[in-house]
T-cell receptor
């Protein structure tokens, strides 16, 4: 079965510094990988996805993610963090059975 | 219109009540989903409808009963729930359905219905 893992429960960065939220995957076949963000008491918002093509994927709000096949990783990055980026981030993988499976989530806190 | 609309936003019910959660999308999506999310946890898949037919049921207890009246609407009927069923219930939709090919697109989520069972 397809799965993703987020090794960090919490990531803290200072405003203006680069941020990285880690995700590794385990899939059979081609991976279809996604990042979502969730603000308190809200639904999930789509940030970006990797289906095929360039390993560096650009998404919403200045976020990008790098697909690395040899390391089976799909880390989320942003060059300069904002306090408003503080939220819960989920990595996800699309399954051939038409469902989407989420990682455990990483809480990002950006301090002024 | 790129929204998934869920009602009600909040619901409090007793263990003997019958209530329903509703979800609507007008993006022409052919797959719709129900997820359950507990606090500080990832969403857990409950049901998937593809072309208005139930395609996935993740062994959800029968006190949760999904219904897809048409391609735009998805309901979740609730009956005899337990306090541990209290959670945020998320509806989502996607353009593709694996019934007609590999689904690779993103899911669009509603804001959720926060359910409290007393």
């Amino acid at each position: 079965a397809q799965s993703v893992a987020q090794p960090e429960d919490q990531v803290n960065v200072a405003e203006g510094n680069p941020l990285t939220v880690k995700c590794t995957y385990s899939v059979s076949g081609n991976p279809y990988l996604f990042w979502y963000v969730q603000y308190p008491n809200r639904g999930l918002q789509f940030l970006l996805k990797y289906i095929t093509g360039d390993n560096l994927v650009k998404g919403s709000y200045g976020f990008e993610a790098e697909f690395n096949k040899s390391q089976t990783s799909f880390h989320l990055k942003k060059p300069s963090a904002l306090v408003s980026d503080s939220a819960l981030y989920f990595c996800a993988v699309r399954d051939n059975n038409n469902d989407m499976r989420f990682g455990a989530g990483t809480r990002l806190t950006v301090k002024p | 219109d790129t929204e998934v609309t869920q009602t009600p936003k909040h619901l409090v019910m007793g263990m003997t009540n019958k209530k329903s959660l509703k979800c609507e999308q007008h993006m022409g999506h052919r797959a719709m989903y129900w997820y359950k999310q507990k606090a500080k946890k990832p969403p857990e898949l409950m049901f998937v409808y593809s072309y208005e037919k139930l395609s996935i049921n993740e062994s959800v207890p029968s006190r949760f009963s999904p219904e897809c009246p048409n391609s735009s609407l998805l309901n979740l009927h609730l009956h005899a729930l337990q306090p541990e069923d209290s959670a945020l219930y998320l509806c989502a939709s996607s353009q593709e359905s694996s019934l007609v090919g590999l689904a690779t697109g993103e899911l669009f989520f509603g804001e959720g219905s926060r359910l409290t069972v007393l």
